[in-house]
């Protein structure tokens, strides 16, 4: 008896061609087939629903008989092997998974609602977040992290994100966090990962010195070419900060041994060759690069459109190719959108619920507000509660649990939805008025972005 290969609607099988591969995955199962014509067809005929006695009909006649039998034999063998039109693993476990208890891991702490530039695309509005300036006590900040390890229950790894505004605008109570942090772990058995996004601005030996003993990852802030940078990231009185910053950043990720950092930056309607910024990036000698699409109204200018999805799918096939050849030339890089585990990958949480805003991580306020995450800082239906009542509004702790790639409609059939295990709440929010939608251009983008991130795995696995 053959097997079958549809469950309901979910097509549990995509495939794709890149640069010269044909790409098979297997949704369910993470399972990632490079293979021949014959096989890449016979998959197509086979997920469309189509019998073996109907593909051998439409397809002998290119391949002839022998062919597609054995491309047939092939795929029932790799079904039988759990890798090939699977079922899925992870829809019971969405039961266990709202059950849950919950426990608090994660903190981004808004050390300061205050910036020295003014970026363009900035949801912060300078570092205000809707609001007034601020600068977080360390009385906030110390009980924020008491918050942390009292409701982090048996969790041991513990992490921290000084955040912005621009955090170096607050050092020192971000250096006295830190070594409060420090005191606290032998008393509680934790461990604290500090993490720092800069703009670089203020930074200096001093910093670097500090962050490079504390600090496990820090974010460099920049958008690439100085042309691009400087019109998006300027000082208030319009000057570009790319030549003060850039030498900084230099110096840092080469103090850091090129790891443990990202330089982070951000395209826009302005730049849809972004990949010419990435480049540019990797040729100054950073190794860990993230270049990111901005998330905008629409009726900003440099907001990404639906017509410029095409050019942007364009550059990050431009991309991974570069990206080939460098590695195999032995001066590659790491770029974040492209990072991907075939062998393990996350854990089913992970998969089912992302980054765990409101649930797991969540933001703290100058002045010690609770948030789901950084970017609902200021919508005042999403406080949750402060640091000296705790969480107070638990249905927002249980609507964010229930936000994941079973609640979301349009989860329901991407062959991605286990790699972005939904997208962002953030954006479903701003684009849709709730965090079980999907900000469409988001989507599409990931997706591309997920198959540039399985060939160029293919492409160096042939060497």
């Not at 990632?32 to 197509?44: A, K, L, M, P, R």
């Not at 032995?330 to 393990?344: A, E, K, Q």
């Not at 992970?350 to 970017?375: M, N």
């Amino acid at each position: 008896m053959f097997f079958s290969y549809r469950s309901g609607s979910v097509k549990m099988v995509h495939q794709y061609k890149n640069n010269g591969f044909n790409m098979v995955l297997d949704t369910n199962s993470g399972a990632v087939h490079v293979v021949d014509e014959t096989v890449y067809d016979v998959i197509g005929l086979l997920n469309q629903g189509k019998t073996p006695e109907e593909i051998k009909s439409a397809l002998t006649p290119a391949y002839g008989e022998t062919d597609v039998c054995e491309a047939l034999a092939e795929c029932e063998e790799l079904k039988a092997a759990g890798q090939l039109f699977t079922e899925d693993i992870y829809k019971d476990a969405i039961i266990d998974f709202k059950k849950r208890k919950t426990v608090v891991k994660a903190l981004c702490l808004h050390i300061a609602h205050d910036c020295n530039l003014a970026c363009r695309y900035c949801f912060a509005e300078e570092g205000e977040y809707h609001g007034r300036r601020a600068l977080m006590s360390y009385e906030v900040g110390k009980k924020a992290l008491d918050f942390l390890i009292a409701n982090s229950g048996s969790r041991r790894n513990l992490e921290v994100d000084f955040f912005g505004g621009e955090p170096l605008m607050n050092w020192q109570v971000v250096k006295d966090l830190v070594k409060y942090g420090r005191e606290q772990e032998a008393l509680h058995d934790k461990k604290f990962r500090f993490t720092l996004t800069t703009n670089g601005v203020l930074l200096n030996d001093e910093v670097m010195e500090f962050c490079n003993r504390e600090m496990a990852n820090v974010v460099l802030s920049i958008d690439g070419r100085k042309e691009v940078h400087d019109t998006m990231r300027p000082f208030r009185g319009g000057k570009g900060s790319y030549d003060l910053v850039l030498p900084k950043f230099q110096k840092f990720a080469e103090s850091r041994g090129q790891e443990k950092y990202y330089v982070r930056g951000t395209f826009t309607r302005n730049n849809l060759d972004f990949a010419e910024d990435v480049l540019h990036l990797a040729d100054l000698g950073f190794k860990q690069i993230s270049v990111e699409p901005v998330v905008a109204p629409p009726d900003e200018d440099y907001a990404l459109r639906e017509e410029d999805v095409p050019v942007i799918c364009e550059q990050y096939d431009k991309l991974a190719k570069e990206m080939i050849k460098r590695e195999k030339e032995g001066r590659g890089f790491n770029f974040f959108h492209f990072m991907i585990d075939l062998t393990g990958g996350p854990c089913v949480y992970k998969r089912l619920s992302g980054c765990g805003s409101g649930t797991e991580y969540l933001a703290v306020t100058p002045w010690g507000d609770f948030y789901p995450c950084h970017q609902f800082v200021g919508e005042e239906k999403f406080l949750m509660g402060n640091v000296d009542e705790g969480i107070v509004r638990t249905d927002i702790v249980d609507e964010f649990k229930g936000c994941n790639v079973y609640a979301k409609e349009k989860c329901r059939d991407c062959f991605a939805r286990f790699y972005c295990s939904g997208g962002c709440a953030a954006n479903s929010y701003n684009f849709h008025g709730n965090i079980n939608d999907a900000y469409d251009i988001g989507c599409e983008l990931q997706r591309k972005r997920v198959e540039c991130a399985i060939m160029i795995k293919a492409a160096l696995a042939e060497e």
